[in-house]
Nanobody, 118 residues
Framework: QGRLVESGGDSVQAGGSLRLSCTVPGFSSSNCGVNWYRQATGKQREWVSQMSAGSITTYADFVKGRFTISQDKVRDTVYLQMNSLKPEDTGRYFC????????????RGQGTQVTVSS
């Protein structure tokens, strides 16, 4: 199973911002979409946002208006800009590529930790 790297997580105060990055090999091929998920300690994983292969973006209701997903195909990277962070945004964030013809389909990383204090 291939590996990818998520980065950008940190500890911030409520109201702060972070930008997460996910480098996906082959993302520039336009056959890949990417989902961001998060998992807080003791809780189930939850879906956060998606960038489709066609560059359509969608968001979970609890992040709409605060988070923005974007892409840089030159760098094979997908970003998650997180503003107005809340303590309930605390968790480990993971990106997952998808798509039948995506070279990185199935690749997984270690995630990146986001901690928001009140």
């Amino acid at each position: 199973q291939g590996r990818l790297v998520e980065s950008g997580g940190d500890s911030v105060q409520a109201g702060g911002s972070l930008r997460l990055s996910c480098t996906v090999p082959g993302f520039s091929s336009s056959n890949c979409g990417v989902n961001w998920y998060r998992q807080a300690t003791g809780k189930q994983r939850e879906w956060v946002s998606q960038m489709s292969a066609g560059s359509i973006t969608t968001y979970a209701d609890f992040v709409k208006g605060r988070f923005t997903i974007s892409q840089d195909k030159v760098r094979d990277t997908v970003y998650l800009q997180m503003n107005s962070l809340k303590p309930e945004d605390t968790g480990r964030y993971f990106c997952e590529p998808y798509g039948l013809r995506c070279p990185a389909r199935g690749y997984r990383g270690q995630g990146t930790q986001v901690t928001v204090s009140s």
